[in-house]
């Protein structure tokens, strides 16, 4: 099964991973755009557009070569990752073929959290702990303690 959809999506540079996200599938059918993160990992939208999927592929090769299409090649319609989940990127002369490695769906938190560390996000709010030395413990002893330590 080939199934396509395109996107005005770019690359970009990033190599760890480190979001909340749980495996998952999706309907190849479903899917209506996507974004490349890096050579190795891009985001696909479903419908509704918030239905967000982290792939990551193999090899670590990704080059759109001036497509806007992808398409996807499972043995169920359902790409989950699994032996012969296949990414295709169609062109003319040859059509580059990438294994699925995993997919998983993203909550809103975990799409904007590898948004951001793949640099297609900008962070919130950068907060720096406070740091005033070594921690300073206190207690008011009420009268029985204060009779007991005389």
């Given at each position: 099964m080939f199934i396509g959809c395109?996107?005005?999506?770019?690359?970009?540079?990033?190599n760890s991973i480190?979001?909340?996200?749980?495996?998952?599938?999706?309907?190849?059918?479903?899917?209506?755009?996507y974004e490349v993160l890096d050579r190795g990992n891009l985001i696909v939208y479903g419908r509704p557009r918030k239905r967000a999927y982290h792939l990551q592929i193999s090899p670590r090769s990704l080059d759109?070569?001036?497509?806007?299409?992808?398409?996807f090649r499972s043995w169920t319609g359902?790409?989950?990752?699994?032996?012969?989940?296949?990414?295709?990127?169609?062109?003319?002369?040859?059509?580059?073929r990438y294994s699925i490695v995993s997919v998983e769906e993203l909550d809103e938190t975990g799409l904007y959290?590898?948004?951001?560390?793949?640099?297609?996000?900008?962070?919130l709010e950068e907060i720096e702990p406070e740091v005033t030395g070594e921690p300073e413990i206190s207690r008011e002893l009420d009268s029985e303690d204060e009779k007991r330590n005389d």
């Open positions: 395109a996107s005005d999506g770019e690359q970009s540079s990033g480190n979001v909340n996200k749980r495996p998952s599938c999706f309907n190849a059918s479903s899917i209506n755009d759109l070569g001036g497509s806007d299409m992808i398409s359902r790409v989950c990752g699994y032996a012969g989940d296949e990414l295709i990127i169609p062109n003319d002369a040859f059509q580059p959290n590898l948004m951001v560390q793949f640099g297609k996000a900008e962070p």
